[in-house]
Every structure is written in C-alpha cells, then in structure tokens.
C-alpha cells in the first residue's frame, strides 16, 4: 500500500488553515499530518513528525515564516511552498528572502471567501514530496570549494570572445542558483545571456528585481524585439515564449506551452542554436521534468557548448539528468560554480572540473 503524502500545514490563521487543509485533503493521496500557528512551532513540528512537505505562511508570530524556512533548510531539510496573500506588496522582499532560504515553490494565497477548489493545492505538494531536498545553508561553501573572489578578474576578458550568447533553462531550486550565477558576472561579460525560469507568474517581476540588486549586468523582463547586447541579462516573461527570430533580437509571443512549459526552454535554445551556432553556450538547471533537452541537443548539434549542473548540487536532478542521460552535455558543473565557469567559457577555456 502507498504511503499518502504528508504535510504540515503553518499558518496563523485558524481559518486560512482550514481552508488549506481543506483544500490539501481533497486528494485522497495527501493528508495534513499537523499543523502549527508560528515559526518555532512549525520547526518543532517538523522534527517531531517528519513530514513530506510544508506549507509556509509569511507573516506570524513568534518567528516568522522565512525565517522559520531557514532553519528548517539548514536543520531538518523538507520541500517548502510558502504561501502568502499580499504579492503586490510583499512580492520583492518575500521572493528574495524566501528562495534565499530554500523554498522550492511560491503561490498566492486566493481570497479566504473562495473556497478550497481555488488553492489548487493537492497536486503542488504531491509534486514537491517527490523532491530530495539538499541542506541549505546560507553563507557557507559546499566543503572543499575553492575561495571565490566577490568578482572574477575583469581584466582577462578583454578582446574576442568565442561566446556570442548564453541561454539559461532552470525551474525548481533554480533561483538559488541563477542568483550566484548572475551576481558572479563581471560587468565586461561579452555575451547577452538570456534566462528561462519555471516560477509563478505572480512573483516573477520580484525575480527580476531580485537578481537585479546584485548583478554588475542589467537585469530586466524581456520584451518583444529587445536588441540582445553584451551586459545584460533578459528573462522570459511569464505566460509567453522567448526566441530569437534573427541574430541579435527576441521575440516575446503568446502561444501554447510546449512539454507542459510556458515558456519553453527548448524553445529559446532551438531558435539560439538556429541563428548564433557553435557561439552559443547552452546551460540547463536542477528543476523537475526534461524542459531544455531537446533544446541542449540542438545547440550541440550546432557546434555550441552544453553544461549541466552536477547531481549534488541540483534540488532537483530531472532536467540536468535528462539532458546529460540523453548525452548531449559538454560540461558538468557544482551549482555553486557556474558563474565561474561561463567566464572561463568566454575566455576560451573549459570549465574547471
């Protein structure tokens, strides 16, 4: 007999707990195994119970939810959706805060007199229960990594470049990563880099603004026939697909998801394989399902370079493992070292293993 998938509902509210647990409960596969009104009761909770995953209120007493995430992530690892009811607002500080302390998943809370069928929660904590989860703590290397200087030496990537283009395919635990990446760019980095990020689409713009605040690249939502330029760094627009028609400029359109996604990583990589060849430098991602394996294949078809990044230090090994399963990956790369090795791709030398 399967075990059902158990969760541990945190919220403040007695009647947004109900109407989550409502909600979760409605799929017979899913029971809520507890549930907790604060930040230190939740952390309690979770060593006592163990459960699969958790949903996180934001604003409590006591502790509150992000920080009560972190300690969970740090401690007692476990998938966390944080839910919060007040994206306009909170989006920018939440979305930071919260990936930084490693939630997996953000959603918006619906208006309490909407009833269960609005959360459409059951099927997004059975998906997160299927994820293995990595200790999270923030600040501290994985052990043995090299010291990494705030910024990688400038200088060095001065004159031609083999890179014209970098495209970025990543979805569950992405944001942590994409964060590191884009903050360790220098600001001379001779190639655009283009991002494809599976997230909510209410806390997308929060995304933006988020890696912004620390990248020496402009940071900003792609728009339809956006020039492509070095120093920059565009990310697909919730709810439509980003390609490059013709070198040197996106479009953004309306369109059906492809394998479930929209937008398409495999999208964005086809038409950057299409119009840049062997200068582009495809890179996929953790995150669930295969979104970008088709796409990796068709820029090493056309002669460009494919990374991955490693088993140990993807949250979710599904579309890194497709890709390097399917052999289409040049290079395997720590999560923590990606940036550094998109510099050393520039400079025309391999990533460092």
Known sequence: MNRK??????????????L?????????????????????????????????????????????????????????????LV??????????????????????????????????????????VKLLSTVKVIRHLRGVKRPGAPAVSAAPPEAALSGASPVGLVVVAASTGGPQVVHKLVSELPVDFPAPVLLV???????????VGWLGASARLKVRAARDGDL???????VAPPGAHLTIPSRGRVAVTQGVPRDGYLPSASMLLESAAKTYGKRVVGVILTGMGTDGVDGLAAVRAAGGTTVAQSQESSVVFGMPGAAIAHGVVD???????????????????????
């Open 331 to 353: 290079h395997v790369v720590h999560g923590d070292e990606m940036g550094r090795a998109l510099v050393r791709l520039a400079r025309g030398q391999a990533p460092s293993r």
């Open 228 to 234: 492509l330029a070095p120093g920059t760094v565009l």
């Open 5 to 18: 998938c158990q969760v541990l509902v945190v919220d403040d509210s007695p009647l947004c707990r109900q």
């Open 83 to 124: 839910l919060t009811a007040d994206p306009q607002n909170q989006a920018p500080a939440l979305t930071h805060r919260a990936l930084a302390a490693g939630a997996l998943a953000l959603q918006v809370k619906p208006a309490l007199d909407a009833g269960p069928d609005a959360w459409n929660l059951a099927r997004e």
């Open 20 to 80: 989550i647990i409502d909600a979760i409960t409605q799929d017979p596969d899913v029971e809520v195994v507890g549930f907790a009104a604060d930040g230190e009761e939740a952390i309690r909770l979770v060593a006592e119970l163990k459960p699969q995953v958790i949903t996180m209120d934001v604003d409590m007493p006591v502790l509150d939810g992000l920080s009560a995430c972190e300690r969970i992530m740090s401690e007692l690892p476990t998938p966390i």
């Open 197 to 207: 990020q599976h997230i909510n689409a209410a806390f997308a713009d929060s995304l």
